[in-house]
């Protein structure tokens, strides 16, 4: 379904975790959200690139948490979606997440994956 959302010059790619933790969630909703991510990434990227999906166990600590309004420490299901394309202008950057919470990766990680702290 994914795949026909983006075109043929992007590589979608999945990195899950094999033991990962269950969550209490609306499976559309969440489909909602990777889907408007998916798409995000795909705009940004003019011409070729990847899109990767990971999901995995991480911990939010107290630092990440003073950063990230609403977020708990503790033990947390991660879903990331990032791109190789270009990065959230940065007049909008402010307003989609913290800019010192960006990941030090080669890619850019948003939306979801912003509270991605502890997994960068
Ligand atoms: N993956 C991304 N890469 C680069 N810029 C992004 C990405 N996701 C969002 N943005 C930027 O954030 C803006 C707001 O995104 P969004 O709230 O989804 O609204 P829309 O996609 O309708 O413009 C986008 O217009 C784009 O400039
Ligand atoms: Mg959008």
Redesign the pocket.
């Known amino acids: 379904m994914l795949r026909r959302l983006i075109r043929e010059d992007i590589e979608l790619e999945t990195v899950t975790d094999a033991k990962l933790g269950t969550v209490k969630a609306d499976a559309g909703q969440i489909e909602q959200v990777v889907m ?2 998916v ?3 795909r ?2 990227i003019k011409a070729g690139g990847r899109i990767t999906i990971e999901t995995a166990n991480v911990t939010l600590d107290e630092d990440c948490v003073r950063e990230h309004g609403g977020a708990r420490p503790g033990a947390h299901v991660m879903l990331a ?1 990032s ?1 190789t ?5 940065s007049d ?1 950057l402010p307003y ?1 997440l913290n800019r010192s919470s960006l990941p030090k990766r080669s890619v ?1 990680v ?2 979801l994956a912003s509270r991605r702290c502890t997994a960068s």
């Not at 394309?85 to 202008?89: Q, S, Y």
């Open positions: 408007n991510l798409v995000n990434a705009d940004a979606v791109d394309g270009e990065r959230i202008p909008v989609s850019e948003r939306g």
